[in-house]
């Protein structure tokens, strides 16, 4: 297992923590695997979910860190969303 996705999963179970988050959602990080986030927490998880947020390695980094907005990455093409745009933009406030 990536050692990108436990620390990734660890650090999006601190933002996800009390902030009512009630779908699901699964980052996709090419070359990496995925992170399922539902109302039990992030974990390293390739599950079935109500939105599908994929990245490179390099622009998930960038927008856990907080230097990168989901929605400017989806907008330049480097963020693809597959799914429910309404829950990508529930989780995207999430991660601001």
């Known amino acids: 297992m990536s ?4 620390q990734a999963a660890t ?4 933002k996800l923590d009390g902030s009512g988050f009630d779908g699901s ?4 990080i090419e070359g990496e695997g995925a992170i399922t986030m539902d109302a039990d927490g992030a974990r390293v998880a390739d599950d079935a979910a109500d939105v599908t947020l994929s990245a490179d390695a ?3 980094q960038a ?3 907080g230097d990168m ?3 400017s990455a ?8 597959d799914g429910d745009m309404g829950m990508a933009m529930k989780l995207a406030s999430v991660l601001a």
Request: glycine share 4%; no cysteine; aromatic share 10%.
């Open 3 to 6: 050692d990108i996705l436990e």
């Open 11 to 14: 650090e999006l179970n601190a």
């Open 25 to 28: 959602a699964k980052f996709a």
């Open 58 to 60: 390099e622009t998930f």
């Open 63 to 65: 927008i856990l860190q």
């Open 69 to 71: 907005n989901p929605t």
């Open 74 to 81: 989806f907008m330049t093409g480097k963020l693809t969303v």
